[in-house]
């Protein structure tokens, strides 16, 4: 069965431009998860959607960051004007239902130059 | 507010020997309990929960963990590891909400290495 998907797996940028990552959650989950991991840090929660409501950004580290769902299925999380400090892997969950077990994707690893 | 702490950084432990890892948590509310195995270059895989019920929970791979509320922990063990077992182990946990939906708050997680 599909699980959650993620793409690029690997994204290298330049300082300064935008990227986008994917993530493509398991069939009929109504809830999306972005965390963020990086050394030092540990697992850092950025943003999560829930159904039809307004998104939960209350992680997300500054105004580079945005991410949208579409159709209630995919989810784009963009970051603007990269920084060497977003370098970091960046992972996508996704639950369903009352007990919240989220299950995550393989991680796009992000290395700003 | 929820913290998780995991005590180890870095447990090393020979092949067949036992293992624990430690969890402890703080919340203000009653909680869900999760760990979770990262291997190399993969993402997180959930290893086992703790929802409701019996404390001592199983789950993959011959692991265990036990819910203590008094102690507020949560600590994995394996009775034998094996070297396949050599990965990162993410404590985390949710509350509680009658939506179901909440945030993951982990732990900074604790990298076993099995040696033969």
């Known amino acids: 069965g599909a699980g959650v998907s993620q793409s690029p797996s690997n994204k290298v940028t330049e300082k300064g431009k935008d990227v986008e990552l994917r993530c493509d959650p398991i069939?009929?989950?109504?809830?999306l998860y972005w965390y963020r991991q990086s050394l030092g840090q540990g697992l850092e929660f950025l943003i999560y959607?829930?159904?039809?409501?307004?998104?939960?950004k209350s992680g997300l580290p500054s105004d580079r960051f945005s991410a949208e769902r579409t159709g209630g299925s995919v989810s784009t999380l963009t970051i603007q004007r990269t920084q060497q400090e977003d370098s970091a892997v960046y992972l996508c969950?996704?639950?369903?239902?009352?007990?919240?077990?989220?299950?995550f994707g393989a991680g796009t690893r992000l290395s700003v130059l | 507010a929820q913290s998780v702490t995991q005590l180890d950084s870095q447990v090393p432990v020979f092949e067949e020997a036992p293992v624990e890892l430690r969890c402890n948590y703080s919340?203000?509310?009653?909680?869900?309990l999760f760990w979770y195995v990262q291997y190399p270059n993969q993402g997180l895989q959930l290893l086992l929960k703790?929802?409701?019920?019996?404390?001592l929970v199983k789950g993959i791979n011959g692991f265990e963990a036990e819910f203590n509320k008094s102690q507020t922990s949560f600590h994995l063990r394996k009775p034998s590891v094996h070297i396949s077992d050599t990965a990162e182990y993410f404590c985390?946990?949710?509350?509680?909400?009658?939506?179901?939906?909440?945030?993951?708050?982990f732990g900074k997680g604790t990298m076993l290495l099995v040696s033969p």
């Open positions: 969950a996704s639950s369903l239902g009352q007990i919240n077990i989220q299950y």
């Open positions: 069939s009929g989950h109504t809830a």
């Open positions: 959607f829930q159904g039809n409501s307004a998104p939960d």
């Open positions: 919340s203000s509310v009653s909680v869900y």
């Open positions: 703790y929802l409701s019920g019996s404390t």
């Open positions: 985390a946990v949710s509350d509680r909400k009658n939506s179901g939906y909440s945030t993951l708050t």
